[in-house]
């Protein structure tokens, strides 16, 4: 494997998937965590331009319905997942190099990337990846550092694999990507009129019921356009019917989008904030910390109190 | 979740093989595993931190400041992300596989030692019998100054 081993583990929250897709040069996209399916949560998210599905990795299913293997592959990308830990930026860029939606802007980077691998089969795409300098340097920078050597040295238990799929509308029909398989899934056409979002609800809802019932853990989250570029197009639009004809609703709408989009604003900082708690190094600040309890003779104590509670979650976990 | 899950698993693992290879402390008593992510947010650790003097030595450690906000001590310690980075300390202190990178903070020997002995009762005294004699030996300094200043 060689080089493409040293990918990091990357959490599965929207503030890094946000700042993962603005490390790789793309713009005019963000993720969003969904807490519940339904057609009322996507009002305010549309356009959607595809779903994540990530859950632990239990086993091998049946696909639910065809796996492509026909000259579609020519137009749909698809790359296999050759490693593990690249699997959340694996997810995220098939998605996106199937993104054919004009608020989407791929970017110098993955457009070059894209041009470069279109003729690969999925293997070699998923191989190309991987040992893609620029691609795992972006997906590096959104982990924590590894500290110690023990985190290299010790294999990843088979129950901590995560795995991403992700679910896409691409020329007219529905398709389920999963770096796992073989190629795409395909399920079935989007007719005229209809919204893909009504086609993958149920697929999803169904996946979710019983992931459910087995107490698998799993998220789902929405690569969608960016909110403050949707809000800001709603507003010149507002600020252009208004100049021809003033209206109160028109004034308050207005009054409205510039409060969302603070309201954007706070949340990319916050997305920041975390993400440099996420890489920064705390070890100094671990020892220093253990040396001020030290020198008050509050380690101990400290200590203690902790080794009760744990004993008590111990028993609680017995019981 | 992703890395802290791994993290764990390794912790458990760990454990078990220091326990085998010492065959000291950590076979003696069925120590239950600590996680230092939630024990370093208790409001006494807390309080402790942020009093003026050791959130001026700890402030040079925080996360690095964006265009948000600045971390201070007390919104580290409650972080989840600090908690996070907590955790895989003690994961790393219970496997006896981090005498290496305490002793790169200039730690005594027998800290670094007992470090190394995967045994985080052991190591914490070690530190607080450590800091128990610079404690004495540095007000010994502030003495020998006042009585310079004396003079």
Request: hydrophobic share 40%; with cysteine; proline share 5%.
């Amino acid at each position: 494997m060689g080089s493409a081993g040293d990918w990091c583990t990357v959490e599965s929250d929207p503030g890094v998937f946000t700042l993962l897709i603005q490390k790789f040069g793309v713009k005019g996209v963000q993720v969003e965590e969904l807490w519940s399916i339904n057609d009322c949560i996507f009002e305010n998210l549309r356009p959607v331009h595809g779903l994540i599905f990530l859950f632990k990795y239990v086993q091998h299913e049946e696909p639910s319905n065809p796996v492509v293997t026909d000259n579609r592959l020519e137009n749909i990308y698809f790359a296999k997942q050759v490693i593990n830990n690249a699997c959340a930026s694996q997810a995220v860029i098939n998605m996106l190099l199937n993104c054919n939606h004009p608020d989407v802007y791929l970017g110098p980077e993955l457009t070059k990337f894209k041009e470069f691998t279109m003729s690969f089969d999925p293997y070699m795409r998923g191989l190309t990846l991987s040992n893609s300098q620029t691609i795992r340097a972006a997906h590096n920078s959104m982990s924590r550092p590894c500290l110690f050597e023990f985190d290299a040295k010790t294999p990843s238990k088979e129950e901590d694999a995560y795995h991403f799929i992700s679910y896409m509308p691409i020329n007219g029909r529905v398709y389920e990507l999963d770096g796992l398989r073989e190629g795409p899934i395909d399920h079935g056409p989007v007719n005229p009129g209809q919204d893909w979002l009504d086609i993958v609800c149920p697929i999803i809802c169904t996946k979710v019921n019983t992931y459910l019932d087995n107490e698998i853990n799993f998220s789902l989250m929405a690569l969608i356009s960016n909110r403050k570029m949707v809000y800001e197009r709603k507003i010149y639009y507002l600020t252009e019917d208004t100049r021809r004809m003033q209206t109160d609703e028109a004034e308050q709408e207005i009054r409205n989008l510039q409060m969302l989009i603070e309201l954007e604003d706070t949340k990319m900082m916050t997305y920041q904030q975390e993400l440099a708690r996420r890489t920064h190094n705390y070890l100094p600040f671990i020892i220093t910390l253990l040396q001020i309890l030290a020198e008050a003779k509050k380690l101990m104590p400290m200590y203690e109190k902790a080794k009760e509670r744990a004993l008590k979650r111990d028993r609680n976990l017995q019981a | 979740p992703e890395g802290e899950a791994a993290a764990g698993g390794a912790a458990a693992g760990g454990a078990a093989a220091g326990g085998a290879a010492t065959g000291g402390a950590a076979a003696g008593g069925a120590a239950p595993r600590v996680d230092l992510g939630a024990a370093l947010g208790t409001p006494d650790v807390v309080a402790a931190a942020s009093e003026p003097a050791n959130a001026q030595r700890l402030a040079p450690h925080v996360a690095p400041p964006t265009s948000g906000a600045a971390d201070d001590v007390r919104t580290t310690l409650l972080s989840p992300q600090f908690a996070q980075a907590a955790n895989q300390f003690s994961s790393a202190l219970t496997s006896g596989q981090i005498g290496s990178v305490v002793s790169q903070f200039g730690l005594p020997a027998d800290v670094t030692a007992a470090a190394n002995t995967g045994d985080m009762q052991a190591f914490f005294k070690a530190l607080e019998n450590a800091s128990s004699g610079s404690e004495a030996s540095k007000s010994q300094d502030d003495k020998k100054k006042d009585k310079q200043d004396d003079k």
